[in-house]
């Protein structure tokens, strides 16, 4: 799970995060030029920031510095620099302290309660308490707020027992509460009595005071310094950085390539691959959590994907492989199932590969009673072909999401199927998916580290707003989502992880193609940087800490 619900529960907001919309808050106002956190302006002029040493390029700018209001990847990337959560991504797949010193979880998994880490300071030197926690949740869980996390929170209550410790309340038992856990807290003395609607836009996300490892001096449109916090619990190698915006990838690969970054992310494939071939520089492989599938409509008015052998022959008529490596330059995994292959859940053996061979595909569509025409497949009974559209984000918003539907058209045309492929506005494309007018949609979801793909198939989550985009209906698949997401020994979750990927496999509601690498180019004379499955491509920092560069610039 990434935020537990972020890109599955909240589907309408969340894939507008993925396709590169502003979130559901207010629209974003021009950012302000040279600003500096007030909390550190003193600070500054008694002792000048020492010259940012680690230089990286990011595509995009940032509009709204705030983990809950972020919009662009830059936000997000700043963001992480500069709050903390209660917890903080280890190795592999587990949390280690950040602001909470430890926890514990009841035996159900309903009751988790925190102690903060005592001396934990604001960047302005207050400290980091209880009230903080109740205000961050209570924010999140303010109606008015529509951010992409607000769901995560919605069935969590919060209690402040003392200064330092906090009791968290579940609706529902989830396993992997410790993702939500990740989120950025908020500085309840300077919020406090801000309107939450105002808090995207505002002056403190713009000028943010945090409690993680960096603090912001400066930024523009084009840059933005950071600094070893003064608060921090553990100070970073670096003694600086300097994030570099850029308008487009291309841009960002000239920088690169001309010598005046150290790292760059956030590259198309090929460009990175290119970039990362030149002397003297490396490329880091993240494995990806966001699962690129086709979404086909199961619902009753659509009675030619019903079977589940049909669905399988359509996957099995695609060369995935080629998919990869055409769109992206082989930087990614092929999906078996909705579970990322990175991930501690992925079963191989549950998760069995149907490679690609369209002469069985076409044995088993004429085994389902379908016919092969001149002018296309035929459904049975039916007197015309099967024609369907393929929906997904305009190359505008998500160029890697529209390659791989052209790709995907051009070989279901190539296997006899009617499908035109239907490039959509981001806005239009929720919107038809939210609708369920839809036959096959190219859809990205963040399935996240802990994956909980209940919000994604039960059929509770059918109904108007929900994630349930294909509108599947299966008690048995029900129970094996439930039992997937429940608190329990590693071994009885692995178990039923496997049962779950076994079920999708058989009767897929979604075709699964790929999940795609993070790609990250860094000079190499930048030492540190570790490889873990990311649910972000700001999570790249979670041991930014241990950063350096070997010529100790």
Do not use: C
């Not at 909240?10 to 808050?25: N, Q, R």
């Not at 992310?265 to 492989?285: E, F, I, K, N, Y």
């Amino acid at each position: 799970m990434t935020q537990r619900d972020r890109g599955i529960i909240a589907v309408l907001s969340a894939l507008l995060v993925l396709l590169g919309l502003a979130l559901t808050i207010p629209s974003a106002a021009p950012a302000p030029v040279g600003v500096a956190s007030p909390s550190a302006s003193a600070e500054a002029n008694a002792s000048p920031a020492l010259p940012p040493i680690y230089r990286e390029g990011v595509v995009g700018s940032p509009s709204s510095i705030n983990p809950l209001t972020s919009r662009t990847q830059a936000d997000r990337d700043l963001s992480r620099l500069v709050f903390s959560g209660l917890v903080a991504r280890g190795g592999g797949s587990t949390y280690v302290p950040d602001l909470a010193s430890s926890w514990t979880v009841d035996s159900v998994g309903k009751t988790w309660t925190f102690n903060l880490r005592p001396g934990a300071r604001w960047q302005d030197s207050q400290p980091v308490t209880a009230d903080d926690v109740v205000f961050t949740v209570g924010l999140l869980k303010d109606p008015a707020y529509r951010g992409a996390l607000a769901n995560s929170w919605r069935e969590v209550s919060v209690a402040k027992i003392d200064s330092l410790t906090v009791r968290f309340t579940l609706d529902t038992p989830i396993a992997g509460f410790l993702e939500d856990a990740l989120v950025g807290l908020l500085p309840k003395h300077l919020l406090a009595g801000k309107s939450v609607t105002d808090l995207a836009d505002g002056s403190f996300s713009s000028q943010p005071v945090g409690s993680g490892p960096f603090r912001l001096v400066q930024w523009d449109a084009t840059s933005a310094d950071l600094v070893p916090a003064a608060t921090a619990a553990t100070a970073p190698a670096l003694p600086g950085i300097e994030l570099r915006f850029f308008a487009d990838a291309g841009a960002l690969a000239d920088a690169y390539r001309a010598g005046s970054l150290d790292a760059a992310a956030g590259l198309a494939p090929a460009d990175a691959v290119a970039l990362a071939a030149l002397p003297g520089s490396r490329q880091l492989t993240y494995p990806g959590t966001t699962f690129t599938s086709i979404a086909l409509n199961l619902r009753p008015g659509h009675p030619e994907l019903a079977s589940a052998a049909v669905r399988r022959a359509l996957l099995q008529a695609l060369d995935r492989p080629a998919l990869i490596a055409g769109n992206l330059a082989g930087s990614g995994s092929r999906a078996d199932s909705p579970v990322p292959p990175s991930s501690w859940a992925f079963d191989p053996a549950a998760s069995v590969a149907l490679a690609s061979n369209p002469t069985a595909a076409a044995a088993a569509l004429k085994a389902d009673g379908w016919k092969k025409a001149s002018a296309g497949w035929l459904a049975p009974k039916a007197k015309t072909p099967f024609t369907f559209d393929l929906l997904s984000p305009d190359q505008a918003s998500n160029p890697i999401a529209w390659g791989t539907a052209e790709l995907v058209t051009s070989q279901w045309r190539s296997f006899g199927l009617k499908v035109t492929h239907v490039a959509l506005a981001p806005a239009d494309l929720v919107a038809r998916l939210g609708a369920g007018t839809f036959v096959a949609a190219l859809v990205q979801v963040n399935i996240g580290i802990d994956p909980d793909l209940y919000p994604l198939f039960a059929s509770s989550q059918a109904v108007s707003g929900g994630a349930n985009l294909t509108g599947i209906q299966d008690s048995t698949l029900d129970h094996l989502l439930v039992a997937a997401r429940s608190p329990g020994k590693d071994s009885a979750r692995r178990t039923a992880y496997s049962k779950l990927q076994a079920a999708l496999v058989s009767n897929p509601p979604m075709l699964p193609l790929f999940f795609q690498d993070d790609l990250v180019v860094v000079d190499s004379r930048v030492l540190g940087p570790a490889i873990r499955s990311l649910g972000d491509l700001s999570d790249r920092y979670w041991d930014v800490l241990t950063w350096r560069l070997a010529d100790g610039r």
